[in-house]
């Protein structure tokens, strides 16, 4: 393989050339990738054991910006420094290519799902080097600036979120933030309206001063005049010394009213008048204290529905929603799930002393799958326990059951109406007949069709494998080798019962 001229698609400057890293204990291997590189202008540098290439990437210098490894190297294997590469908070994201003998397909499947971005099969093609280099910088770019404006609106509104639905919700945050306005957060549970107020407190001119959270709904109705307005000591039984309200307490910052729907209407009653006035007084006091707050509020009800049953003030809630906020739920933006899956993972490793764990990409279209009536609280436990569950990669067996998706409660409906399903009727076999291959007829004596003794068989095995893994669909579908959806379906149509065979 001779040098080629430089291609129109060359790196133009040395500065600018990317750096490869060559891995390979064969001399002639280093030597035609460097010169095949080297023609289009990149720059290379190589090393001829795993054991080099880690030296060499902790070296600092010019920084790698792709690796080339031969999965077959002496000492520390392909594989091994690719996880290595990987542990590694600073080489976590290097783009890494291996090089297979025939010999090792397998392993370069495998090297695939530890992160390899794609690999080259020996002998080596000179267009397919080139091409899959490229191909490999562009994504590994394209990544790395998503990653950036990905970091950059996490730091502004500690919120993750790169689809439509969320830019809305953060053009919404900055225009309202410095303004006085009072807002009103709504949204289903765990959808982040604590996190919108918290932003909403940050990038306001009140940020150095208190943001202060009351959760209406937590506490008892007869405390929270005082909880709101403070008390003298002596106010009431109980009122042992002084105390100072929240509403003083947030005095030149933000008051959070958490699970306002939750609140009674005497305590709303008080609540109107203090925003209205800007003054408040302590429970068993005359004295009237003015104070300077911003009032944000949320819930997860319906509160124009609530004031058109009686149970919120109309003019509460004109009074708080002067700006209204919706966070949509997790289903409606599914193109955030991963960026937060990933997120989660990493930050509960971190947090945990874990090592870091990679994805396999089942997992992420498996919980795209899912309804998140939970919204982002639900996806993250989730994520934090398949964490916890998992060896270094996370894989469908470590996600717990879907609780909102269970098929053995829709199945009597289904198995009634299921037409292509087994009938009882005439199947005459018995388990043990078709696990002991006895496959004489009992009953009427008629011989089973292959297709029922086939089905029968199938439904024994899936009752025995579902029983064994305590029904748990994820593992036992790991277990039968097939998609979740697909034993959702065979559970169905074969009317599987939990607990059935034990
Ligand atoms: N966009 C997001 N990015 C990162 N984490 C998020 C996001 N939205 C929510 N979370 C996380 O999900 C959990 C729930 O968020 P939060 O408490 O703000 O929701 P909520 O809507 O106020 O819930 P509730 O109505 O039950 O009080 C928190 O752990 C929060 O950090």
Not at 12 to 23: F, K, M, W
Not at 311 to 338: G, H, Q, W
Not at 480 to 494: A, D, F, Q
Request: with cysteine; charged share 30%.
């Amino acid at each position: 393989m001779s040098a080629p001229p430089a291609s129109s698609q060359a790196p133009s400057d040395e500065a600018a050339a990317p750096t490869i890293l060559v891995v390979d204990d064969e001399r002639n291997i280093r030597r035609t990738l460097d010169m095949v590189l080297r023609g289009e202008g990149f720059h290379v540098v190589e090393a001829a054991s795993g054991e080099d290439a880690l030296k060499l990437l902790s070296h600092g210098g010019t920084p790698v910006e792709l690796a080339i490894v031969d999965l077959m190297l002496p000492g520390m294997n392909g594989l091994d420094l690719l996880d290595r590469i990987r542990q590694d908070d600073t080489t976590r994201d290097l783009p890494v290519i291996v090089i297979s003998g025939h010999a090792t397909v397998h392993d370069a499947v495998k090297a695939i799902k530890l992160g390899a971005g794609d690999f080259f099969e020996k002998p080596l093609n000179r267009e397919r080097i080139l091409v899959g280099v490229r191909n490999a910088l562009k994504t590994s770019r394209l990544a790395r600036e998503v990653r950036n404006l990905l970091a950059e609106v996490h730091a502004r509104y500690e919120m993750i979120g790169q689809g439509p639905a969320m830019q809305r919700l953060f053009k919404e945050i900055d225009r309202v933030a410095p303004t006085k306005a009072s807002v009103l957060i709504t949204g289903e549970s765990g959808t982040g309206k604590e996190l919108v107020s918290r932003a909403i407190h940050r990038l306001s001119p009140r940020a150095d001063a208190p943001f202060v959270k009351v959760n209406c709904a937590a506490i008892p109705r007869e405390l929270i005049e005082s909880e709101l307005f403070g008390h003298e000591k002596g106010a009431f039984t109980g009122a042992l010394s002084r105390k100072r309200g929240l509403f003083e307490q947030a005095h030149g910052g933000t008051l959070f009213l958490d699970e306002i729907g939750d609140m009674d209407l005497a305590a709303q009653a008080k609540v109107l008048r203090a925003l209205q006035s800007g003054e408040i007084g302590r429970v068993g006091s005359e004295h009237v204290l003015h104070v300077d707050v911003r009032v944000l509020a949320a819930t997860n009800k319906d509160l124009a529905r609530q004031v058109a049953a009686g149970n919120f003030r109309e003019d509460l809630y004109f009074r708080l929603a002067v700006f209204p906020i919706k966070t949509p739920p997790l289903r409606e933006r599914t193109e955030d799930l991963r960026p937060l899956i990933d997120a989660f993972l990493s930050a509960f490793c971190k947090e945990n002393g874990l090592k870091q764990r990679r994805i396999d990409p089942e997992v992420y279209t498996a919980l795209e799958r899912r309804r998140w009536p939970g919204n982002v609280r639900e996806l993250k436990n989730v994520i934090e326990r398949a964490a916890i569950l998992s060896g270094d990669v996370v894989t469908i067996a470590d996600l717990p059951e879907d609780p909102h998706e269970s098929p053995f409660e829709e199945d009597a409906a289904a198995s009634e109406s299921a037409s292509d399903g087994p009938s009882e009727e005439r199947i005459t076999l018995t388990d043990e007949a078709v696990e002991s291959g006895r496959h004489t007829p009992v009953g009427d004596g008629k011989r089973l069709t292959l297709r029922e003794f086939r089905d029968r068989a199938e439904r024994g095995y899936i009752v025995e494998v579902l029983s064994g893994l305590d029904w748990n669909i994820s593992r036992a579908a790991v277990v039968l080798g097939i998609e979740r959806t697909n034993l959702h379906k065979k559970i169905r149509s074969y009317g599987i019962k939990r607990g059935e065979g034990a």
